[in-house]
């Protein structure tokens, strides 16, 4: 198992470039930001400029506050800083949840900045979301490996390895009702992890 290391703060590519994406894509304001994780305006802004490094217990502070796992500020190993814009390799993806929760994402992107993001869920078998999750983003997939159903709109749609989707602003839920693991490329725009 590989170290894990936070972004390169020093990189205003890195961990400032993703902290200002989320934030602005959950609509706070840099002060809403300082208030929430009990930090100064200006210490966020240097954040996000890469020009101070956050401690651990801030990173942790600031992914609660945007509401995403402190995992996806780090990465597995520090990046070739040629590559580091551009270039994700597979043993350097950024990974959400666990198996024990039924499904692991991987950020496919090289950061969160731009205007999508790309990810690559593994959801185990029988696993579902039963609830219907609504984002103000646009969103289209592939289904890689396996099956699932995929409810847009509470419209059902059984979708198999090969199959494609896209939907804007739409409630979904999905269900991988097959006994393999099901594996989905994601494009989200804007960027919302």
Known sequence: MSIMHPIDPSNPNSLGRDLRALRKSRGLTLSQLAKGSNRSVGFISQVERGISDPS??????LAKVL?????LLFMSETPDPVERDFIVRKGARRSLGTKIDGIVEELLSPDLGGSFE?????IE???EQSE???RQTEEAGYIVQGQIDLWINEQKFSLKTGDSFRFDHQPCRWHN???IQAIIIWVVSPPVY
């Open 56 to 61: 651990i217990k801030d990173l942790r502070t």
């Open 67 to 71: 509401d995403v796992p402190v995992s």
């Open 118 to 122: 790309m990810f690559r869920s593994v």
């Open 125 to 127: 078998p029988f696993t």
């Open 132 to 134: 219907p999750v609504l």
């Open 177 to 179: 009702r097959g006994d």
